[in-house]
């Protein structure tokens, strides 16, 4: 069996983050999303995620192609949490790209083309704007 584990906050689910999931699935038989906490993602965005933990998490449990959900409490972790989920390849957005080179001694580490023109936080800025 060939284990991925991904990483991200996947806040305000948007048709990026699922052809992501997708593609990470695709390149195995189990999916692992360590999905950052409320805290870490104040830490690494300086913003709280638009929805908590729990409700992401249920959202993302709910994708057929994700197998696992755990709360990724610290980017210094990674490490911790390949190899406590044997995961055989770490996936990530192409915008993070290099920056997990480190992982190579203990799983494959692989980047993937974020889909153009979408992200997270356009898509709040937008609704910020709109006047309701």
């Known amino acids: 069996m060939r284990r991925i584990i991904t990483f991200g906050t996947f806040d305000v689910l948007h048709v990026g ?5 997708q593609r990470a699935k695709d390149m195995g038989d189990h999916l692992t999303v360590g999905l950052s906490s409320d805290a870490l993602n104040i830490a690494k965005k300086g913003r709280a995620p638009v929805y908590p933990f729990t409700s992401r998490q249920t959202i993302l449990t709910a994708l057929r192609f994700v197998d696992t959900v755990f709360m990724e409490e610290s980017l ?8 406590q989920h044997k995961a055989d390849a770490l996936v990530m957005g192409n915008d993070w790209e290099g920056k997990f080179d480190e992982f190579e001694d203990i799983c494959d580490v692989i980047y993937l083309p974020r ?16 006047d309701l």
């Open 115 to 130: 889909t153009p023109s979408i992200s997270t936080t356009e898509i709040i800025e937008i609704i910020k704007e709109t």
């Open 76 to 83: 210094e972790k990674k490490r911790e949490y390949i190899v």
């Open 17 to 21: 983050h699922i052809k992501i999931l």
